[in-house]
């Protein structure tokens, strides 16, 4: 998908200016970043713990991918007031109506080919910070498309509140996921559902190694 320079010059700035906030006036760390490839179709799948994933996760990726994009599904209820919704359009972000939204799976699919696309397995956030199930919608994207999958585990901001100061939190990025022998297995419900699992799982080795809350279910 083609973006304009101007676009991405705002995304990159945006995301810098959000990390100030959250590493210099607080204590946001991220580690592994190195690990997110720098090319290709990229899904960064991560727990969802908190409004503020959906803005530090960006610049997490972004801060060591200058100029790119990290596109992100969100609920169509944060579209409805007009100049927000244009901020998080410009952002990447694009709407999904709840329940099985066809034309939004379309649009992940085709960005996955070449882009970086965050989603959340779990499907809605967990404020408790402990780990849910993962969709098998999310492996059935991974099926169809093949792209990099790294495991994403973020930590503590579901206890921030704004504005934060000295708060404590973070990310931490996986290697990516091997699912070459699940590749061979019939494209079926079981098979998504092992896809998700792998990917649930990793998320919660992440999280274990971080001493977040693990409950994969």
Same mark, same amino acid.
């Given at each position: 998908?083609?973006?304009?320079?101007?676009?991405? @010059?705002? =995304?990159?700035?945006s995301v810098?200016?959000?990390?100030?906030?959250?590493s210099?006036?607080?204590?946001?760390?991220v !580690?592994?970043?190195?690990?997110i /490839?720098?090319? %290709?179709?990229?899904?960064?799948a991560?727990?969802?713990?908190s409004?503020y994933?959906?803005?530090?996760?960006p610049?997490?990726?972004?801060?060591r991918?200058?100029?790119?994009?990290?596109?992100?599904?969100? *609920?169509?209820?944060l579209? +409805?007031?007009r100049?927000?919704?244009? =901020?998080y359009?410009?952002?990447?972000a694009?709407p =999904?109506?709840?329940?099985?939204?066809?034309? #939004?799976?379309? +649009?992940?699919?085709? &960005?996955?080919?070449?882009?970086?696309?965050? &989603?959340? /397995?779990?499907?809605t956030r967990? *404020?408790?910070? =402990?780990? %849910?199930?993962?969709? $098998?919608?999310? %492996? *059935?994207?991974?099926?169809?498309?093949?792209p990099?999958?790294i495991?994403?585990a &973020?930590?503590?901001?579901?206890?921030? *509140?704004?504005p934060?100061f000295? #708060? $404590?939190?973070?990310?931490?990025?996986?290697? /990516?996921?091997?699912?070459?022998? &699940? !590749? +061979?297995?019939?494209?079926?419900?079981?098979?998504h559902? @092992?896809?998700?699992?792998?990917?649930?799982e #990793?998320i919660?080795?992440l999280?274990?190694?971080?001493?977040?809350?693990?409950?994969?279910?």
């Amino acid at each position: 998908m083609k973006v304009s320079l101007l676009r991405r @010059l705002w =995304v990159t700035f945006s995301v810098w200016v959000i990390g100030c906030y959250a590493s210099a006036l607080n204590r946001f760390t991220v !580690y592994g970043a190195e690990r997110i /490839p720098g090319s %290709g179709g990229v899904l960064v799948a991560s727990n969802h713990i908190s409004a503020y994933d959906t803005i530090f996760l960006p610049w997490a990726v972004i801060r060591r991918n200058p100029l790119q994009m990290l596109w992100a599904p969100a *609920k169509e209820e944060l579209f +409805q007031n007009r100049l927000m919704g244009l =901020v998080y359009r410009s952002w990447g972000a694009f709407p =999904v109506r709840r329940g099985r939204d066809i034309r #939004a799976g379309k +649009q992940i699919n085709v &960005l996955l080919a070449d882009q970086k696309v965050m &989603l959340f /397995p779990e499907g809605t956030r967990h *404020k408790d910070g =402990v780990l %849910g199930k993962g969709n $098998r919608g999310v %492996g *059935k994207i991974i099926y169809d498309t093949r792209p990099q999958v790294i495991p994403t585990a &973020l930590t503590g901001v579901n206890r921030w *509140k704004f504005p934060a100061f000295g #708060a $404590r939190g973070g990310v931490s990025f996986g290697h /990516p996921l091997d699912f070459s022998d &699940l !590749y +061979q297995l019939e494209d079926c419900k079981e098979t998504h559902q @092992l896809i998700v699992d792998r990917v649930m799982e #990793a998320i919660a080795t992440l999280l274990r190694q971080e001493g977040g809350n693990v409950d994969a279910g």
